[in-house]
């Protein structure tokens, strides 16, 4: 099959075999690209989709970028069941596979020494939510009926303004207490901004949005960890996600950093290399 070469991580050469049916971008099937001791997983992807003007074009389509970001989760999630995959950015494409090669030439020190830091272990993603609104009536009690006066107009107003700090305050101090506890069996955290909930549909408002780097190993006592605290506060929903690749922690080593400054550079998304 002939097309551009669409890459969508780099490790070490692993014995494992993918999923029989794996399939990716475009429904070509994933393969390695050796290099010296590193193997890219790529697929062919049609350039009439993948060329940089036709990329340019797709970012205004939701589905197509929805249906490619799919594709790209299944190749790295069936990589994390058999290996250490280092993520590339969605749409990193090249011409062909000695384009791969040179980008992996010029990376390799850095693909080693992530790879290195990273062998064995998985990003888990904890999130931690206000399910309950007072202003709506959820924490606080409202009287009944039309208020009296404007006296009792601004008390209930009042009433319902110090159920909505204490809330919060209970959120924050409970979100604090479960990082901080995380943080003591992660090897590394990452703490990324609150996620907009008109953006992600969550129900909530999310007060904690942050990653782990675990150990495949302690991993099970991680997740029970987490699953201890999930009724622990009247309120306040926990979800955690994973395992999953370390996209959070690709970049160079520093806690509490950006999730965009984590992830490897895109040496050759949109363009024919």
């Not at 062909?96 to 010029?106: L, Y």
Request: charge should be negative.
């Amino acid at each position: 099959m002939t097309g551009l070469r669409y890459v969508y991580a780099v490790c070490r050469p692993f014995g494992a075999a993918l999923q029989a049916q794996l399939t990716g971008v475009a429904g070509d099937p994933p393969r390695v690209l050796h290099h010296h001791d590193l193997v890219a997983v790529v697929s062919h992807v049609p350039e009439a989709d993948f060329s940089e003007e036709a990329l340019r074009a797709h970012l205004e389509d939701l589905d197509w970028l929805a249906s490619t970001a799919r594709a790209h989760q299944q190749v790295i999630d069936a990589l994390t069941a058999v290996t250490t995959p280092l993520p590339l950015r969605l749409a990193t494409v090249f011409r062909d596979d000695s384009g791969v090669r040179v980008m992996m030439e010029e990376r390799e020190d850095y693909f080693r020494r992530t790879l290195d830091r990273l062998e064995g272990r998985v990003e888990w993603g904890v999130k931690v939510y206000v399910e309950s609104d007072p202003e709506q009536g959820a924490l606080a009690e409202r009287p009944a009926g039309k208020p009296a006066s404007g006296r009792d107009y601004l008390r209930r107003r009042s009433m319902r303004s110090r159920a909505h700090e204490d809330m919060w305050q209970r959120a924050e101090e409970f979100a604090t207490r479960l990082h901080r506890t995380l943080s003591e069996r992660a090897e590394d955290t990452r703490l990324h901004a609150p996620q907009n909930t008109a953006l992600s549909g969550a129900a909530g408002r999310n007060v904690l949005n942050a990653a782990y780097l675990v150990g495949r190993d302690v991993s099970e006592e991680f997740v029970e960890m987490v699953d201890r605290t999930k009724d622990e506060a009247p309120g306040i929903r926990v979800e955690l996600t994973g395992p999953w690749a370390a996209y959070s922690f690709a970049g160079e080593e520093s806690r509490e950093g950006n999730a965009g400054e984590s992830r490897p550079r895109d040496t050759g998304a949109g363009e024919a290399s």
